[in-house]
Nanobody, 125 residues
Framework: QVQLAESGGGLVQAGDSLRLSCAASKHTSDTYTMGWFRQAPGKEREFVAA????????RYGEFAKGRFTISRDNAKSTVSLVMNSLKPEDTAAYYC??????????????????WGQGTQVTVST
């Protein structure tokens, strides 16, 4: 079992940056691929980014490329998502996720077994 807890969400203005963090259960973050998803009201959950167990391979959703950066610190059991040049359309609840499956980071929600409770990001104009 893996517990995930997100933090760092909030209300920002368009163009601002924000850093989200996800704290995973101790001694488990180096065993799993970690990812971030988001979900806006009335929309399906959307893949944001993912990183493999050693942090060497990252994968991003199209909207995130060039603006968002995912990283992990296995010593601290944390995964971070730095979001730059935020837009109002980035407004959503952001969720941290962990997968026990081997291989390159995947973008499908079903690939991830564990989920955090989410942190809200609101970008105003």
């Amino acid at each position: 079992q893996v517990q995930l807890a997100e933090s760092g969400g909030g209300l920002v203005q368009a163009g601002d940056s924000l850093r989200l963090s996800c704290a995973a259960s101790k001694h488990t973050s180096d065993t799993y691929t970690m990812g971030w998803f988001r979900q806006a009201p009335g929309k399906e959950r959307e893949f944001v980014a993912a990183v493999d167990r050693f942090g060497g391979t990252q994968r991003y959703g199209e909207f995130a490329k060039g603006r968002f950066t995912i990283s992990r610190d296995n010593a601290k059991s944390t995964v971070s998502l730095v979001m730059n040049s935020l837009k109002p359309e980035d407004t959503a609840a952001y969720y941290c996720a962990a997968s026990t499956l081997a291989g390159a980071p995947e973008d499908a929600p079903y690939w991830y077994s564990y989920w955090g409770q989410g942190t809200q990001v609101t970008v105003s104009t």
